[in-house]
């Protein structure tokens, strides 16, 4: 019998050698019955057959190899093929963002829309047949006053446009005429009548009441930038005096209610005609503003005709220094113009017959009915620092008046003449200052960003140093928060001592203001 | 040099190195952070640097030139990392800063805050009078110049 002392070839693996020992365990007694019949019948022997096995092991173990060398091969080139996909997704995505991109470049310089509208909540706390209810609500009110629509565009590098709207409810509900009832002794003088506007109107369409508002234009301009020191606004721009004027707009101005020498416009709020404006710079963060108006002045349709040839002129003159956390600014601007009001006829003659007399030239004649002359100085000044904001402007107003108007029938009455006289207005000085003192919280990390500014403000102004009714003094103080740069919430009481007895006493006013930016 | 001694060194140099780490350490990653926003502007600007200043007057819109002649700032897209960094770095104001200033801008002027792109060294690239930043790491040598910053 043939011992099994054997050796397998160096270079079988090591599960081959498993296999092969598997396989001789297995079947002892058959390889034994095997080698009794190949002695037998001269059959290959056992190490024969393993060597054939091993043969066909090494053909499977080389096949096996060439599969994988294809597998790795195929997944060479999937991995090859996945990338040129990634490369073409990436490629189209950057190409789409580009194209994203280049557009949004070109829209940047075209129509913006943007503004802000503003809800007031308005009661007063006088009593109920107060001589102020002339001009604030008789009762607590909502007014949804102003919707301020921006339209901004930047044609080329150097031209853009701008043009705010205010829409508005009123003036329906606006009281324009109140008449009055003048005890003379046990004489009852009367006159005017009671005017309120209506802007009803009935929609057939739709077969409805339905209410217009109005429309007002703010600013129109068409403005050139060719250059920081030198610029052009062209159109209806506002008057570059003071602070409150240039900040503009509710969402920006802390409190609630306007200075007197804003709401009686001693210096026009707004003019028509050319701007000319420009900047230097000492340094970086200090800043020499100038800039030159000319306009139509004041005047009855200021906005689009000038009854003289006289153009009112200004000039604005700030230096400021806008650090982080301190910033100083103090400015100044005069402003001269001519107000003229005219009336017009038409003058003809006529033949015996009534007939126009054709040899004679028609006229048109204009007859002036007021006019005087304006002088105006306006200083400001503004001083910010870490968090706490002062605030001030002084406004002294000289008119001198060559054609006297007809003073308005309040204004005779509070002058203090005979209501039955005709009184003329006379030449005026008149004065305003107001300060404001308001400090932001520093408390924006705790609230997240919300900023909470009270402030406190006074004012004095005589409008009218002949007319001293008006004169007055007010007093205001409320909190300004705002929870988003985009919504600010206001409260406020405001508190005016006037002059005169005539009044009743000081006016008390409790305004509440919410201003969503948009 | 006996052991004592030995020890006593030791200590002293993982003093040293402790120091070392506590305050070198930040600095140079403020440097390096420094180093993370590149300054871009278009191929037709003239120069190579530009105030720190300067460039916060043109960010902000209170400037419109640059070398005399008119300038776009491009910012990166609103909330980004670049985006903040830039605010914070050149800027010095927080997001929400910022966004109060732009819209009391608008309000005011009607001037709107410079536009936004994800990538925008395409736009500086594509814009004759841009002027622009990006992260380091994302710029691309040779469409655009590098602005060195004065402080």
């Known amino acids: ?518 | 040099m006996n052991r004592c001694e030995r020890r006593r060194k030791c200590k002293l140099f993982s003093l040293v190195m402790g120091t070392l780490l506590v305050t070198v350490l930040p600095a140079s990653f403020s440097a390096e952070e420094l180093n993370d926003i590149v300054i871009i502007a278009n191929k037709s600007f003239e120069a190579d640097s530009i105030d720190a200043e300067e460039l916060r007057a043109i960010f902000l819109k209170k400037k419109g030139t640059f070398m005399g002649r008119k300038v776009t700032p491009i910012n990166a897209k609103s909330g980004s990392g670049i985006r903040i960094e830039f605010q914070k770095k050149f800027l010095r104001m927080s997001p929400t800063d910022e966004k109060h200033y732009w819209e009391k801008r608008k309000v005011k002027d009607g001037v709107t805050a410079p536009p936004e792109f994800s990538r925008s060294q395409r736009a500086v690239f594509k814009l004759e009078s841009a002027i622009g930043y990006c992260a380091r790491s994302k710029y691309h040598e040779g469409p655009t110049k590098v602005l060195k910053v004065k402080f």
């Open chain 1, 1 to 518: 019998m043939t011992t099994m002392n054997w050796k397998l070839p160096s270079g079988v693996s090591a599960t081959m050698r498993l296999a092969i020992i598997v396989f001789w365990l297995a079947a002892p007694t058959t390889i034994a019955a095997q080698e009794q019949a190949s002695e037998e019948t001269d059959e290959p022997t056992v190490a024969e057959k393993l060597s054939a096995i091993e043969g066909e092991l090494d053909q499977h173990k080389t096949q096996i190899k060439a599969q994988q060398n294809q597998l790795e091969a195929q997944q060479r080139q999937l991995e090859g093929q996945q990338q040129q996909i990634d490369e073409l997704t990436e490629f189209q995505e950057e190409e789409a963002l580009a194209a994203v991109e280049d557009n949004a470049l070109e829209d940047s310089r075209l129509l913006k829309l943007f503004g802000f509208f503003e809800l007031q909540f308005m009661k007063t706390l006088v009593e109920r047949d107060s001589f102020y209810h002339t001009s604030v609500p008789s009762n607590s009110s909502f007014v949804l006053s102003q919707i301020n629509l921006y339209l901004a565009s930047q044609m080329t590098q150097t031209l853009g446009a701008l043009v705010e709207l205010r829409f508005t409810f009123w003036p329906a509900g606006f009281e324009s005429e109140h008449p009055f009832i003048a005890h003379l002794g046990n004489t009852e003088l009367s006159g005017n009548e009671y005017v309120r506007i209506n802007t009803e109107y009935y929609d057939y369409s739709e077969n409805i009441i339905n209410k217009t508002g109005g429309v007002m234009i703010e600013r129109a301009q068409l403005i050139y930038t060719p250059l920081d020191w030198f610029n052009v606004i062209a159109g209806y721009y506002l008057t570059p005096y003071g602070i409150w004027n240039t900040d503009h707009g509710s969402p920006v101005i802390i409190p609630v209610l306007p200075p007197y020498l804003q709401r009686k416009r001693m210096i026009p709020l707004a003019q028509t005609g050319l701007q000319v404006y420009g900047r230097f710079y000492p340094r970086y963060d200090l800043f020499f503003d100038y800039a030159i108006t000319v306009s139509n002045g004041r005047g009855p349709a200021q906005e689009v005709l000038d009854f003289d040839e006289n153009k009112g002129v200004g000039l604005r003159l700030r230096l400021s220094y806008e650090g982080d956390r301190v910033a100083i600014a103090a400015g100044g601007y005069g402003y001269l113009g001519e107000y003229s009001d005219t009336h017009k006829h038409v003058e003809m003659w006529l033949n015996s017959d009534g007939s126009l007399d054709s040899s004679r030239r028609m006229r048109f004649v204009v007859d002036e009915w007021e006019n005087y002359f304006e002088y105006a100085t306006a200083a400001d000044l503004l001083i910010e620092l870490f968090g706490v904001r002062i605030q001030s402007e002084f406004i002294w107003h000289y008119v001198d008046y060559r054609i006297p108007a007809e003073r308005s029938d309040p204004d005779k009455i509070l002058s203090g003449a005979p209501a039955t006289m005709p009184l003329f207005q006379a030449s005026y000085l008149g004065l305003g200052y107001y300060v404001l003192l308001a400090w932001t919280l520093p408390v924006k990390e705790l609230t997240g960003g919300m900023r909470i500014t009270p402030y406190f403000m006074l004012e004095h102004t005589k409008m009218d140093d002949t007319l001293p009714s008006y004169n007055n003094d007010f007093y205001c103080g409320g909190v300004n928060f705002k929870p988003s740069p985009y919504v600010t919430i206001k409260t406020e009481f405001v508190y005016t001592v006037p002059e005169s007895e005539l009044w009743g006493g000081p006016l008390k006013l409790l305004n509440a203001q919410l201003v969503v930016s948009f």
